[in-house]
């Protein structure tokens, strides 16, 4: 014997099949306007990369217009590729760290009195990180 539920849920898959097909144009969040610039800025696309005088890929000119109008809409806004913003994560971090080296060889140097609490202070400077963890540790264990 075939259990209702079965029935139930192929009908209901088929209803919302055929809702979708007739109802799913309008279900999208653009407007007629929106798709027809979408449609514009795409044929605008694909006419730059045939009559391009060089090879270029469909991504370096998708990412060109957005430089273009970052830079019309707004002069301070720049666009980045995924491997430029890469490096430039990778440069300001490491420039962060060499800030607290600085920072932290200022902080131990003050403190130091005698000749080998300055050489301490640029020992600590240089390996903060390490020296933080080990004091962590520390105050946890006792």
Do not use: C
């Amino acid at each position: 014997m075939r259990q209702p539920w079965r029935i139930l849920a192929v009908v209901l898959f088929a209803v919302a099949i055929l809702l979708a097909g007739a109802l799913g144009d309008n279900l999208l969040a653009l407007n007629d306007e929106a798709r027809d610039n979408l449609r514009l800025y795409t044929e605008l696309i694909s006419t730059a990369h045939e009559r391009f005088g060089g090879e270029v890929s469909y991504r370096e000119l998708v990412y060109a217009s957005i430089q273009g109008m970052l830079r019309t809409l707004d002069p301070h806004t720049s666009f980045l590729s995924r491997e430029a913003y890469a490096n430039m994560r990778e440069k300001q971090q490491s420039s962060f760290y060499g800030l607290g080296i600085f920072g932290a060889l200022v902080f131990f140097w003050q403190q130091a009195d005698t000749f080998w609490e300055y050489a301490l202070a640029v020992v600590q400077g240089l390996f903060w990180p390490a020296f933080m963890v080990y004091e962590v540790f520390a105050a946890l264990a006792g």
